[in-house]
Nanobody, 124 residues
Framework: QVQLVESGGGSVQAGGSLRLSCVVSGYTYSVNYMGWFRQAPGKEREGVAT????????GYPDAVKGRFTISQDNAKNTVYLQMNSLKPEDTGMYYC?????????????????WGQGTQVTVSS
């Protein structure tokens, strides 16, 4: 099993920044990719960033490209999501997820383990 604990959410005005953290524990050797996802009320969960555990590959959807950056500190077993130039449409519950599969993807169904989420609210 893999356990994920997110932190760093909060309320911010449009144009501001937040950094989310996700501490990973358990059978981390089985994880090949980490991802960040978000879900707004009444909407499907969508991927906003993913990274391979060796740091060689990462991916973002167009909606956040150039504003969000995923990174990791393997010594601390922590994955980060730096979010800049935040917009009200970035509001939602943000989840950290881990994938044991072998391809880079932002498909939520491809991720095996999930954290409990941290709320991000961006006001205009």
């Amino acid at each position: 099993q893999v356990q994920l604990v997110e932190s760093g959410g909060g309320s911010v005005q449009a144009g501001g920044s937040l950094r989310l953290s996700c501490v990973v524990s358990g059978y981390t050797y089985s994880v090949n990719y980490m991802g960040w996802f978000r879900q707004a009320p009444g909407k499907e969960r969508e991927g906003v960033a993913t990274i391979s555990t060796d740091g060689a590959r990462s991916g973002y959807p167009d909606a956040v490209k150039g504003r969000f950056t995923i990174s990791q500190d393997n010594a601390k077993n922590t994955v980060y999501l730096q979010m800049n130039s935040l917009k009200p449409e970035d509001t939602g519950m943000y989840y950290c997820a881990a994938r044991t599969g072998s391809a880079l993807t932002l498909n939520a169904y491809a991720y095996n383990y999930w954290g409990q989420g941290t709320q991000v609210t961006v006001s205009s």
